[in-house]
T-cell receptor, first 113, second 111 residues
Framework: AQSVTQPDIHITVSEGASLELRCNYS??????LFWYVQSPGQGLQLLLK??????LVQGIKGFEAEFKRSQSSFNLRKPSVHWSDAAEYFC???????????FGTGTRLLVSP | NAGVTQTPKFQVLKTGQSMTLQCAQD?????MSWYRQDPGMGLRLIHY???????DQGEVPNGYNVSRSTTEDFPLRLLSAAPSQTSVYFC??????????FGQGTRLTVV
């Protein structure tokens, strides 16, 4: 079955430290890959997306993600976390129709002073 | 530019009641979708539409109906609310560039 796995439910990072959020997908072909962020009580906002080409993609708010085909992974990174980055992060994939996104269960990021 | 507007923001229903969650977008997008978000389960697709007059089922369609009479509007109908439908509902409008724009959600409680 097609699936997206975010193995970390919660992650706590000190402000200024680096961040990596993990995402693994299970599909036969390379899907289209996305990372979304959700602040409390808000809808989701697109951080970045990967369709093809350079496997390292840059997004908004200083985030980047690297696609690794051999590991079926699309991990999200940020070199220095700010307190305002505290939110829930969702990895998502789409095989064909972009109106049919499949989401992971999310990782809640807590930022400590 | 309002983007995606969902109404209401909060709703409490009694079991068996019906209601319609409204979603409107002003970006002229053809693709629209409805998701529900439950703790520990991420977002799951309920129904989607690829244009006016065209809808299809997603992963969890039971108990929900949709229609798409105009490009702008994509209402979600709960026919007979059940406690299992307590959730946060998000409408999304998808651009040609494949970015999904989400509304702020409707928090529904069924008692």
């Amino acid at each position: 079955a097609q699936s997206v796995t975010q193995p970390d439910i919660h992650i706590t990072v000190s402000e200024g430290a680096s961040l990596e959020l993990r995402c693994n997908y299970s599909y036969g072909a390379t899907p289209y890959l996305f990372w979304y962020v959700q602040s409390p009580g808000q809808g989701l906002q697109l951080l970045l997306k990967y369709f093809s080409g350079d496997t390292l993609v840059q997004g908004i708010k200083g985030f980047e993600a690297e696609f690794k085909r051999s590991q079926s992974s699309f991990n999200l990174r940020k070199p220095s976390v700010h307190w305002s980055d505290a939110a829930e992060y969702f990895c998502a994939v789409a095989l064909t129709g972009f109106q049919k996104l499949v989401f992971g269960t999310g990782t809640r990021l807590l930022v400590s002073p | 530019n309002a983007g995606v507007t969902q109404t209401p923001k909060f709703q409490v229903l009694k079991t068996g009641q019906s209601m319609t969650l409204q979603c409107a977008q002003d970006m002229n997008h053809e693709y629209m979708s409805w998701y529900r978000q439950d703790p520990g389960m991420g977002l799951r697709l309920i129904h989607y539409s690829v244009g006016a007059g065209i809808t299809d089922q997603g992963e969890v369609p039971n108990g929900y109906n949709v229609s798409r009479s105009t490009t702008e509007d994509f209402p979600l109908r709960l026919l007979s609310a059940a406690p299992s439908q307590t959730s946060v509902y998000f409408c999304a409008s998808i651009s040609d560039g494949t970015e999904a724009f989400f509304g702020q959600g409707t928090r529904l409680t069924v008692v």
